[in-house]
């Protein structure tokens, strides 16, 4: 089920975090997924020609975010820059860090998830579960704030593994609030999934600073986000 309509090319425009002659990224909505899936509905591509600014073609997508997670997204503006950050992506080149918000929580303060995922079963496609013999994947994380039984994190995933931190957080005993394949979230409507990609810092010149974009806090994270010490910022 898809929740949030197709953009119009003035939605997607205005989520434009950052732009250069490489790359946009950009301020994904949760709820709607980034391709266009078998049964077709609202897409994130389908929006991407508003994105083109002066450029022959529509932006690509560098790398992929889950339906219900929302923030910053890098798309290539042409065929190099996208191969360019694809290696980036894929040798861990670039920080990403997400926030969460989780049910109880853990009870210290910071540490490491090492633990191997693999594949649930075949029907479940893209669903992982833990597994020693599956790929590696570690993931650091910090607390940010507690309360209300919830804690606030910012989870940096070393390695990138489909659905690596909702696989993590659930198997340490504190699932990410909304998760409804591997927490305790409704099938549909709230709470949605608290997963946000908060900041990425990407080096894709070699003789400048990385870019470090920042994604806004979306809605429907604000209430718990409070209830944990967030001051809106």
Not at 4 to 28: C, N, S
Not at 125 to 147: F, I, S
Not at 202 to 229: D, Q, Y
Request: glycine content about 12%; proline content about 9%.
């Amino acid at each position: 089920m898809n929740d949030v309509p197709q953009l119009t090319p003035a939605e997607i425009e205005a989520r434009v975090l950052h732009r250069d002659g490489l790359m946009l990224v950009i301020d994904k909505p949760a709820g709607i997924p980034v391709h266009r899936g078998p049964k077709g509905g609202p897409n994130l591509e389908a929006s991407f020609d508003a994105l083109r600014f002066g450029l022959p073609r529509p932006p690509v997508l560098a790398h992929r975010l889950d339906r219900d997670t929302s923030g910053c997204l890098v798309l290539g503006r042409h065929r190099k820059a996208t191969a360019s950050l694809g290696l980036l992506f894929k040798h861990g080149k670039i920080s990403k860090t997400y926030w969460a918000v989780v049910e109880g929580g853990p009870a210290e303060e910071q540490g490491t998830i090492e633990l191997s995922l693999g594949r649930k079963n075949a029907e479940r496609g893209w669903w992982q579960k833990p597994d020693p013999e599956g790929q590696k994947a570690v993931t650091n994380w910090k607390v940010l704030g507690r309360g209300a039984g919830l804690a606030w994190l910012a989870m940096e995933p070393v390695t990138g593994r489909t659905h690596q931190l909702r696989v993590h957080a659930s198997a340490m005993g504190w699932p990410i609030v909304g998760d409804n394949i591997y927490g305790n979230g409704p099938r549909f409507g709230e709470p949605r999934l608290h997963l946000h990609s908060r900041e990425l810092v990407i080096p894709i010149s070699k003789n400048k600073e990385p870019v470090r974009v920042t994604a806004p806090a979306p809605e429907h994270m604000h209430e718990r986000l409070r209830a944990c010490g967030w001051n809106g910022a």
